[in-house]
């Protein structure tokens, strides 16, 4: 049963949310606000929600999760290694006029291969960001869905409490370079890119051995 992703920018700072569905079902991966059009969009194509994915739980990926949860009866996953995020502005927002996180109980989401949508996913622990930032591969979709992790021709922030530039860059050398050349790169924020152009051409990784 083949796989579609849709993408909605989401909240205050355009969060990439996606929706990977089959004909029958959908899950999401990081809804970071309002999730009216996510919800239309289901109605709209019969589609039940049956899971919710946090690559992790800075405000600005979670602020969707209480809601659409409630409307769905979808249930949330995240790494319990983030939880301590949701005790500071870092997940309950409202600081800077930014909004404030409606709450929520997650289940923890640990490193392994699951089965979603009928096919594989592979759950991989990529901290730097966050330590409890997770990553999700979908061999399927020749794709990986990274949070903050790496944007094109850069990586995410590690100035955060709990970030950390080395431990982030070994997560992408470690669980995302070693990937197909031809994974989509399907960040938090900004466009799509590749695991091959990425090896090549992301100034933070100069130096990398991208023929491995």
């Not at 409202?94 to 592979?122: A, H, I, Q, W």
């Amino acid at each position: 049963m083949s796989l579609s992703v849709k993408t909605f920018n989401l909240g205050v700072l355009a969060t990439n949310c996606y929706l990977i569905f089959n004909k029958e079902e959908a899950i999401v991966i990081d809804p970071g606000g309002e999730p009216t059009e996510i919800i239309k969009f289901l109605e709209k194509n019969n589609l039940t929600l049956t899971l919710i994915l946090n690559t992790h739980l800075h405000f600005d990926h979670i602020q969707g999760n209480a809601k659409l949860s409630k409307l769905t009866g979808a249930p949330i996953f995240a790494s319990q290694k983030d939880a301590y995020l949701l005790e500071s502005e870092l997940g309950l927002g409202g600081f800077m006029d930014f909004p404030s996180t409606e709450l929520f109980e997650f289940k923890d989401l640990r490193p392994g291969e699951v089965e979603v949508l009928n096919t594989k996913c592979k759950v991989l622990a990529t901290p730097g960001h966050s330590p409890g930032s997770l990553s999700f591969y979908f061999p399927e979709l020749k794709a990986v869905f990274v949070g903050d992790l790496i944007f094109f021709r850069s990586v995410g922030r590690t100035d955060f409490p709990g970030g950390d530039l080395e431990i982030l860059k070994k997560s992408v050398e470690e669980s995302i370079f070693t990937l197909p050349s031809d994974t989509i790169i399907y960040p938090g924020h900004g466009e799509p890119t590749v695991v091959k152009e990425e090896k090549i051409h992301n100034p933070f990784f100069i130096g990398y051995n991208y023929l491995s």
